[in-house]
Every structure is written in structure tokens, then in C-alpha cells.
Antibody, heavy 120, light 103 residues
Framework: QVTLRESGPALVRPTQTLTVTCTFS??????????VNWIRQPPGQALEWLAR???????YYNTSLKTRLTISKDISKNQVVLTMTDMDPLDTGTYYC????????????WGQGTLVTVSS | EVVLTQSPDTLSLSPGERANLSCRAS???????LSWYQQKPGQAPRLLMY???TRASGVPDRFTGSGSGTDFTLTISRLESEDFAVYYC??????FGPGTKVD
């Protein structure tokens, strides 16, 4: 079955770079049509889509955050990594990864999320 | 870039009542790429509906999706206790609406 799990630091200092990793199973990111997304959610607020990487290496970013985000994949490890530079307390929240079903562009499987707090 | 708005912000209803949740797009979008998610406190979102009106696996038939163009609706015919949650619409696997809380 398809599972995804996020991992990363619980605490990040302002101006530092965040690196979060999504480790998945049950599918391969080398298979045509497979895509993995990152989404975040500040405490008590709405979901915000961050980035996506496709099986063919194409990458897409939230236009408002594009200059700070980098998404990459490691096929051999079944992992997708998101880095976000220049972290700010407003970036505090739960970071989720999710698989995108490219037939209908919907997120069919989600990880449980990892809470990242940005504080000095 | 498409912007999604949802209304109302909060829907205060009782079990057994009908809930109508609205999702409006700033420009016409394909219903093939409109999805709905349910999120309960402390949990990850769960896919409810895709292609505007197709229920995801395991979703009860009291949930119905409809709409086209710029206006989409998620209807819960008879609320059950486990349906009290926040509901988000999403377009093309990226942009999310701000959510509607059903309490």
C-alpha cells in the first residue's frame, strides 16, 4: 500500500534553511504519472501548496515562495526533499507531503505531517 | 493564477442536517481537476472527492460533489458526528481554498 512519511527538524532558527524529507513506499517516482507534492499548514490556518516534483523531473513551485524553495528527488531512496531558505517565524507550521494522482490532479495519499517551529 | 474562495467560513449545524459547502474560482476551471478534502483536528487532510463529483475510495454516499465552470458545491446530505471537520477545495493539485469549518 502507499505510505508517505515526513521527517525534519522540529525547531529551526530564523534565517536558517529548512530541509524536510518525504520517504514513501508503494509507488516509484520513476513511474510515468507519479508526482509528489509538499503542502504546509500554519497552526489554525488553511493549507498552502508549496511545490511539486514529477516522475520526469519537472518541478513546480508556489509563485509567492519560489525564490526560497527547492524540491528534489532521490529515486533509489524513494525520497523527495524540500528545502526552504531564510526561515521566518511565519513559516511555522505542519509540513505535509502527498502523492498527486496525475490522472485528475488530486492528492490521493498524504503523510501525517511534521511540525516545524521557527523561533530563536 | 486561479484563486479559490469558500463559503461560508463556518457552518453551524446539527447531526442529521444537510450541509452545502461552496467553492468558487476566480476564473473558469476544469471540473476534471477540482477536488475536495476533509481535515479533522490533529490529522492530515483526506481526499473526499475528485473530478468535482467522484467520491474517493471509502467515502460514504452521503457526500456529493457538483458544479462546473467557476462554482462548485460539496453537499453532505445528513451530517453524522464524524463529518464535523474542515473542508478544503483544490484546483489542479495546487491552489487550495481557505476552507469551511462544519461544526
Amino acid at each position: 500500500q502507499v505510505t508517505l512519511r515526513e521527517s525534519g527538524p522540529a525547531l529551526v532558527r530564523p534565517t536558517q534553511t529548512l530541509t524536510v524529507t518525504c520517504t514513501f513506499s508503494g509507488f516509484s517516482l520513476s513511474t510515468s504519472g507519479m508526482c509528489v507534492n509538499w503542502i504546509r499548514q500554519p497552526p489554525g490556518q488553511a493549507l498552502e501548496w508549496l511545490a511539486r516534483i514529477d516522475w520526469d523531473g519537472d518541478k513546480y513551485y508556489n509563485t509567492s515562495l519560489k525564490t526560497r524553495l527547492t524540491i528534489s528527488k532521490d529515486i533509489s531512496k524513494n525520497q523527495v526533499v524540500l528545502t526552504m531558505t531564510d526561515m521566518d517565524p511565519l513559516d511555522t507550521g505542519t509540513y505535509y507531503c502527498a502523492r498527486l494522482n496525475s490522472d485528475g490532479y488530486y492528492l490521493d495519499f498524504w503523510g501525517q505531517g511534521t511540525l516545524v517551529t521557527v523561533s530563536s | 493564477e486561479v484563486v479559490l474562495t469558500q463559503s461560508p467560513d463556518t457552518l453551524s449545524l446539527s447531526p442529521g442536517e444537510r450541509a452545502n459547502l461552496s467553492c468558487r474560482a476566480s476564473q473558469r476551471v476544469s471540473s476534471s481537476y477540482l477536488s475536495w478534502y476533509q481535515q479533522k483536528p490533529g490529522q492530515a487532510p483526506r481526499l473526499l472527492m475528485y473530478a468535482a463529483s467522484t467520491r474517493a475510495s471509502g467515502v460514504p454516499d452521503r457526500f456529493t460533489g457538483s458544479g462546473s465552470g467557476t462554482d462548485f458545491t460539496l453537499t453532505i446530505s445528513r451530517l453524522e458526528s464524524e463529518d464535523f471537520a474542515v473542508y478544503y477545495c483544490q484546483q489542479f493539485g495546487s491552489v487550495f481554498g481557505p476552507g469551511t469549518k462544519v461544526d
